[in-house]
């Protein structure tokens, strides 16, 4: 058992990164997508806030990713193998001091995504941090749980008790697998994730701890917003739970090519050493709010607004392809 995870606004000593590296997945999105990481991770390590470790995930991307970072101090570039970015899920989830990380199955989010090497990240991961593994026999996605950092879990039923991950589970079987695997204390279940969300609804799209007691959920933004009940009802179930609620704007209804609704999410930023990097997707005014209210969350943390349109093609943002190794 890796012990209580610490909540992610405590102390790191590295943050890992995926780079975008095949361009057979994103095709006209790849130079994009990497623009997008090399700000964030420029973000990250400026200051010296973050030791980055950016994992590439294929031997012909490395040298192009250690160019751009070459003149950036704190990032180590780690040659690995993975499908793609999403580390967060793909990758172990660190506890206490980093000595121990807890690590899963995987099978490509239900079987809808199982790319060669997703399934390897975990191991990779550890070994190039020197930390032992406590592995566990059940399918878990990292971006599914949320911690509270006193053993508080929140995730979602959507995701956890879905059949394609561990047929058979309920919320006893899994809140025992979450005390066994991440000594859980206590399992906050909320419902449906967002609309089109390919993860199956995780919770680092739809509510975030911001501090002990206290988590963040989107409020719609337009009259148009396709998640504004799930949103509702996100902050109804955090308040019957006894947690304090702060709503934060959501980017509002965003669509691709055809037309079709993207689960964009303010809830996906990502929370540093120093900085609380926020995915934004081209609406100013929701972009400017949520600022405004992660600064009041977070006033010993530089709020760092960064674009992250083209990572979304891929279907996550800066908490998605991301992992943190508390010191």
Avoid at 261 to 268: E, T
Avoid at 285 to 314: C, H, K, W, Y
């Amino acid at each position: 058992m890796t012990g209580i995870i610490p909540a992610e606004w405590s102390p790191h000593r590295a943050m890992w990164v995926g780079w975008p590296s095949h361009e057979e997945l994103w095709e006209e999105n790849l130079a994009p997508a990497q623009d997008e990481v090399e700000a964030l991770v420029r973000a990250l390590a400026g200051a010296g806030r973050e030791r980055v470790r950016l994992l590439v995930g294929k031997p012909e991307a490395l040298a192009d990713a250690q160019g751009r970072f070459a003149d950036v101090a704190g990032v180590e570039v780690v040659a690995g193998r993975f499908g793609d970015i999403w580390l967060r899920d793909t990758g172990p989830i660190f506890g206490p001091g980093s000595r121990l990380a807890a690590a899963f199955r995987f099978n490509g989010w239900g079987g809808k995504y199982e790319l060669a090497y997703d399934d390897t990240v975990a191991t990779q991961i550890g070994e190039a941090s020197g930390v032992p593994l406590d592995r566990h026999d059940f399918i878990l996605e990292g971006g599914a749980l949320d911690h509270g950092g006193d053993g508080t879990i929140l995730t979602t039923r959507q995701c956890v008790l879905n059949p394609n991950r561990n047929h058979g589970w309920d919320e006893a079987i899994a809140e025992a697998a979450l005390v066994e695997g991440l000594a859980a204390r206590r399992v906050v279940w909320l419902g449906d994730g967002l609309l089109n969300d390919h993860t199956d609804g995780h919770v680092d799209n739809l509510a975030r701890f911001v501090a002990p007691g206290v988590v963040a959920c989107p409020i719609a933004f337009g009259i148009d917003d396709p998640n504004a009940g799930v949103y509702d009802a996100c902050a109804q179930d955090l308040a019957e739970a006894g947690l304090d609620v702060v709503r934060i704007p959501s980017p509002g209804r965003l669509v691709d090519e055809d037309g079709a609704v993207i689960p964009a999410s303010h809830m996906n930023f990502l929370i540093a050493n120093g900085a609380v990097i926020l995915p934004t997707y081209g609406n100013e005014t929701a972009e400017r709010l949520a600022v405004e209210v992660l600064a009041d969350l977070f006033p010993d943390r530089e709020v760092i607004a960064l674009p992250s349109r083209a990572i979304l093609t891929g279907g996550g943002s800066f908490h998605c392809i991301s992992q943190q190794e508390p010191s």
